[in-house]
């Protein structure tokens, strides 16, 4: 199995600590509103990669973390003149229906900073002790001059980092590049007690801690998305690296690509952030989560109206294919194919995985051989389980709808088909085609086979 590894720069084998018991950690949501279609992207292609890790691996422990405790939450929370948890689990159960509703499984473990604050602490305290980090007019912060390595993750000149080049300048600060690792909480603001008076963690440290505390010092994989290369892993590394006496931190990083608009940055001022539960309107998350599957997970992605479109069509020829092997009986002990299986042990490289899918769908097509079609019926079945596709019935997939005034129910589409077959049963021509163009019209398309008529949501 190959993946990227950030930090060396180049497609490495992936050889774990223990095979026995895998450790994969990947930065989760800040829960102080709805997730946007950015924010799914490392959720799928990361659910992926633990699909595929623990097929291979008995002992996979997965770890998403859920920030809890941030200064926008703050926010939100005076706003609306509630406490921060009021915030934080209205938006963590959004953000849990959203995943769901687009294929991703549970991690083994969703730490929440709120359930970690000794263990944070502890380790600042420990930085402390042992020289990396000091105390300054109420804060705490990691002296970043003291990590030799700092800056090898993120490829950038360590003595521009510290001479505070994109970093917050502050006079209390030994170096402009030394990055808060608790900060003082004003009496309106939420704060913990802690040996430097009532405050709150920095962002970073973070992480440190819930990894550290849930799947030990030194991680086989740790991952997230692009931005957080800069500052918040390299910060991890530092600190935890000299908190753990210089042991490696992760021995994998993997970071999947940015994802635009229409060509554009995604961004409030700009109004084109895209939610989830927005999307999960207007097409089916299996829809949401194969086009974020299309491209490789490393490369940037591109959100459009066709890229959701293309994903729909894609689908409905595989669950029309799996339609069509109704009646078969997928063969037994039948698993993915192996080039499908390469392609995702490959670093992830779904669109090479996908287009085997594709292949077997097309083989399926062609078959007469009842055998062959058991065959590749159960291998689309398990492909499909190992990438998180095809694992609901195609009456399902066929069946939905988008959320909409006017659209007509399974009922009145299945009394208006029954018109049609009566029509094309006394050769009324005209009228059959005038039905099923009036239900096009009404944005359902009808589809004569050799079973008779189907029908789905355009």
Known sequence: MQVHNTYTGRKEAFQPLNPERVTMYVCGPTVYS???IGNA???VVFDVLARVLRRRYPGVLYARNITDIDDKINKAAADQGVEIGVITAKFAAAYHEDLEAIGVLPPDFEPRVTEHLPQIIA???RLIDNGHAYEADGHVLFHTRSYADYGKLSKRDPEQLLAGARVEVAPYKKDAGDFVLWKPSTPEQPGWDSPWGRGRPGWHIECSAMSEALLGDTL???AGGHDLIFPHHENEIAQSTCAHGGKTYARYWMHNGFLTVNSEKMAKSVGNVLLVRQLLKQAPGEAIRLALLSGHYRQPLDWNDEVIAEARKKLDRLYGTLRELADVAPAAGEGAPQAFVDALEDDLNTPMALAELFALSHAANKSEDAAEKARIKAQLVQ???????LQQEPAAWFGWAPEGEGQLTPEAIESQLALRAEARRTRDWAGSDRIRDELK????????GKDGQRWRYA
């Open 441 to 448: 019209a009404k944005g359902v398309l009808v589809e004569d």
């Open 123 to 125: 380790m600042v305290q």
């Open 34 to 36: 709805y997730a946007h």
């Open 41 to 43: 992207r490392p959720a």
């Open 383 to 389: 492909a499909g389980k190992l990438i998180g596709l």
């Open 220 to 222: 086989d994989i740790h």
